[in-house]
């Protein structure tokens, strides 16, 4: 029987673990029903499990021969989103949603586990199972590197893999992958404006903050069209507008928040200083004042090209040529994947899980309360991910091949 035969006796198990994910979904860093979880379905496994101190991480190392070590990694964490799905297994959490499918992610990889426990002995190296909180914002990938993931077999993994399912776009059970910059950079921009409240009918009398700020929403806009490269992409986006609470009054304060992303670090860094000194002129234009946060966030993935070329043989061997796809351009979105592809070379892999039968260019894309994975690709994933790392032994790659050469 091959991988995928073996994953799809599974099925069963890795649809009950996933439902239960996702009917009881928790955000940030500290998931301790998820962990919890986690841990009971890698119980019995030849595995040697540690979990985090700084969140609640699952690390699980399954010891091989002497070739370096592969790591295999899935997120945890869900979204502040109330879901409007009405599927039998919805949140039961008030206000969070696995919207961007970390519950599949999680199901696969402890479906992976099980597959390679059952092959072990076909395992020249360890295999590290990376169960991250905190991809949403949280920084989670960072917190594990920290605390030593990377090195949890004892020699530095060799390679590494993470996998994003999308619940649109790509075609069920298809497989994209990327060399190169495969997701954006992520930073975080807040501004408050400091203005002077009033009456609505005597706007003269006031310092008003609102007309600052919609004047700054607009011109950072037009600044993203005329300063800087087309070529070079950014995406400038406001997500969030607050300001007063009645009709007839000026308020003091108005205040928004933008989400930044980028592909190059020349771009990075000149509109994250390029955005304050818009906004600072602006305000003194209207006699207001203005505080201006920038919080970094995830760096561009990368992927390496070798890796992301042998994980694109690997997805066509298992499933045919016709079911893998790779990707024309990079995508906006933005992954703390970033930090370990910044660290050991390796590829970061999409997955379609959009129902069968879906309008690709109409369903709910990830991050929506509507958005709706299908179970029946827990096995495609839990497939891939374990033949990943048995195949990644088997046949080393022309990076790792010149890694050995200069050892």
Same mark, same amino acid.
């Given at each position: 029987?091959?991988?995928?035969?073996?994953?799809?006796?599974?099925?069963?198990?890795? %649809?009950?673990?996933?439902?239960?994910?996702?009917?009881?979904?928790?955000?940030?860093?500290?998931?301790?029903?998820?962990?919890?979880?986690?841990?009971?379905?890698?119980?019995?496994?030849?595995?040697?499990?540690?979990?985090?101190?700084?969140?609640?991480?699952?690390?699980?190392?399954?010891?091989?021969?002497?070739?370096?070590? %592969?790591?295999?990694?899935?997120?945890?964490?869900?979204?502040?989103?109330?879901?409007?799905?009405?599927?039998?297994?919805?949140?039961?959490?008030?206000?969070?949603?696995?919207?961007?499918?970390?519950?599949?992610?999680?199901?696969?990889?402890?479906?992976?586990?099980?597959?390679?426990?059952?092959?072990?002995?076909?395992?020249?190296?360890?295999?590290?199972?990376?169960?991250?909180?905190?991809?949403?914002?949280?920084?989670?990938?960072?917190?594990?590197?920290?605390?030593?993931?990377?090195?949890?077999?004892?020699?530095?993994?060799?390679?590494?893999?993470?996998?994003?399912?999308?619940?649109?776009?790509?075609?069920?059970?298809?497989?994209?992958?990327?060399?190169?910059?495969?997701l954006a950079a992520q930073d975080e921009v807040r501004v408050t404006v400091h203005g002077a409240g009033g009456h609505g009918s005597t706007p003269h009398r006031a310092k008003d903050p609102v007309t600052a700020v919609s004047q700054m929403i607009v011109s950072l806009q037009t600044m993203m069209t005329r300063e800087f490269d087309v070529?070079?992409?950014?995406?400038?986006?406001?997500?969030?507008?607050?300001?007063?609470?009645?009709?007839?009054?000026?308020?003091?304060?108005?205040?928004?928040?933008?989400?930044?992303?980028?592909?190059?670090?020349?771009?990075?860094?000149?509109?994250?200083?390029?955005?304050?000194?818009?906004?600072?002129?602006?305000?003194?234009?209207?006699?207001?004042?203005?505080?201006?946060?920038?919080?970094?966030?995830?760096?561009?993935?990368?992927?390496?090209?070798?890796?992301?070329?042998?994980?694109?043989?690997?997805?066509?061997?298992?499933?045919?040529?016709?079911?893998?796809?790779?990707?024309?351009?990079?995508?906006?979105?933005?992954?703390?994947?970033?930090?370990?592809?910044?660290?050991?070379?390796?590829?970061?892999?999409?997955?379609?899980?959009?129902?069968?039968?879906?309008?690709?260019?109409?369903?709910?894309?990830?991050?929506?309360?509507?958005?709706?994975?299908?179970?029946?690709?827990?096995?495609?994933?839990?497939?891939?991910?374990?033949?990943?790392?048995?195949?990644?032994?088997?046949?080393?790659?022309?990076?790792?091949?010149?890694?050995?050469?200069?050892?």
């Amino acid at each position: 029987m091959t991988t995928y035969d073996d994953a799809a006796e599974l099925g069963d198990d890795l %649809v009950a673990l996933r439902h239960d994910l996702h009917r009881h979904p928790e955000i940030g860093l500290d998931l301790p029903r998820t962990q919890e979880r986690v841990l009971r379905a890698l119980d019995g496994l030849p595995l040697e499990t540690a979990t985090g101190t700084a969140c609640s991480s699952v690390t699980a190392v399954m010891r091989g021969g002497d070739a370096p070590p %592969v790591l295999l990694r899935a997120d945890m964490d869900a979204l502040p989103v109330q879901e409007r799905t009405g599927v039998e297994y919805a949140s039961r959490v008030d206000g969070a949603m696995h919207a961007c499918g970390h519950d599949l992610h999680t199901a696969m990889l402890a479906g992976a586990a099980r597959l390679l426990a059952d092959r072990r002995g076909e395992l020249p190296g360890d295999v590290v199972f990376m169960f991250q909180p905190g991809e949403e914002g949280w920084d989670g990938a960072g917190v594990m590197l920290e605390e030593g993931v990377l090195d949890a077999a004892g020699p530095r993994v060799g390679a590494a893999f993470g996998m994003h399912v999308f619940s649109a776009v790509l075609p069920h059970g298809h497989i994209a992958t990327r060399p190169g910059p495969i997701l954006a950079a992520q930073d975080e921009v807040r501004v408050t404006v400091h203005g002077a409240g009033g009456h609505g009918s005597t706007p003269h009398r006031a310092k008003d903050p609102v007309t600052a700020v919609s004047q700054m929403i607009v011109s950072l806009q037009t600044m993203m069209t005329r300063e800087f490269d087309v070529l070079d992409p950014a995406v400038l986006s406001v997500g969030s507008l607050h300001s007063g609470s009645a009709a007839n009054v000026i308020p003091d304060t108005a205040s928004f928040a933008a989400t930044v992303r980028t592909f190059s670090d020349t771009t990075r860094d000149r509109l994250l200083s390029t955005l304050p000194r818009l906004v600072h002129g602006i305000a003194s234009a209207h006699g207001v004042g203005a505080d201006v946060e920038v919080l970094p966030g995830y760096p561009v993935t990368v992927t390496d090209h070798d890796e992301t070329a042998f994980a694109a043989d690997t997805a066509a061997g298992l499933f045919g040529d016709e079911r893998h796809h790779t990707l024309e351009k990079p995508l906006m979105g933005s992954e703390d994947f970033s930090r370990v592809m910044q660290a050991v070379p390796g590829s970061f892999i999409g997955l379609g899980a959009a129902p069968v039968g879906a309008d690709l260019e109409e369903a709910p894309f990830n991050h929506s309360p509507l958005a709706v994975f299908d179970d029946g690709v827990l096995p495609v994933g839990a497939a891939l991910y374990a033949e990943l790392a048995l195949r990644r032994f088997a046949e080393p790659t022309a990076s790792a091949a010149a890694e050995g050469e200069r050892r």
